[in-house]
């Protein structure tokens, strides 16, 4: 499956798909899964903001039986438009059923390079089966506390609107475990009030066609919306975890041990 928006430029997304095609050859890598991440797949991108295309890579099992493993990520040259690189399936997984929340919302980008999208329902599924909504609520508290310390500007300030509008949805949603990926998706389904999304509309709007946007402050409705939803998060500090361990290790095993052999 492929969703490449016409708003992305065609020549930075050809080179992507190059390099993609360049690490599954030069490392014996398959690779069923390539996303955007970053402001763009956010949902509030600036008009110079870079491309951030995450992958998930999965190496031939003999390679995962070797007493001397490789590395569990593949980078490719970093520079002002391109930061391409990924995870092999191991670490991912890994990461998922501890409820690290970035890398299960590469499953929820809406813009795809390239994907299997059986692939994608698969490991979307193991994340249903396996990660504690305690530790996604803990995993967006800890971001938006970080990206409220120290000075901030109104491009820093998205980085901890998201994360606050990610913890109002699961606090809507008291029975679900993975919230959307981009912050329009998250306001609507956060069922936010109307002042709230009305002015991260119009900051979005205004991040779309400025490219710095500065030290200025925040709207207040917003400041004192992601005070209050980090405030109300603390609760998941304290949070028992609710997956009994060794199943949730058993169902990772089996789903990594496919995907391998499927290979």
């Excluded at 959307?180 to 709007?205: H, Q």
Aim: aromatic fraction near 8%; charge should be negative; proline fraction near 7%.
């Amino acid at each position: 499956m492929r969703a490449v928006p016409p708003s992305l430029d065609p020549a930075v997304v050809s080179e992507i798909d190059r390099r993609l095609a360049a690490v599954a050859v030069e490392h014996g890598v398959r690779i069923p899964w390539a996303i955007e991440s970053g402001s763009r797949a956010w949902g509030f991108p600036s008009p110079d903001s870079d491309y951030d295309c995450r992958f998930v890579f999965v190496r031939r099992a003999e390679q995962y039986l070797s007493l001397w493993p490789e590395r569990d990520v593949i980078e490719t040259p970093l520079d002002e438009t391109f930061d391409v690189n990924g995870w092999d399936l191991r670490k991912t997984v890994g990461l998922i059923v501890r409820g690290n929340a970035t890398a299960i919302e590469w499953l929820r980008s809406p813009i795809v390079y390239t994907g299997d999208a059986a692939f994608r329902d698969g490991l979307l599924a193991l994340a249903e089966a396996t990660v504690d909504r305690t530790a996604v609520g803990r995993h967006y508290l800890h971001v938006g506390r970080q990206q409220r310390a120290g000075a901030t500007t109104l491009k820093k300030f998205f980085y901890a609107l998201r994360p606050a509008t990610a913890l109002r949805w699961l606090e809507v949603h008291p029975q679900a475990v993975l919230p959307p990926m981009d912050l329009p998706t998250l306001l609507v389904e956060a069922e936010v009030e109307e002042a709230v999304a009305g002015a991260a509309r119009d900051l979005i709007a205004l991040k779309a066609r400025t490219r710095e946007l500065g030290a200025g402050s925040p709207p207040a409705v917003l400041d004192r919306f992601v005070t209050a939803q980090l405030e109300a998060a603390s609760a998941f500090e304290e949070a028992a975890p609710v997956r009994e361990p060794g199943a949730v290790r058993r169902l990772a095993d089996e789903y990594f041990r496919a995907q391998v052999l499927a290979g």
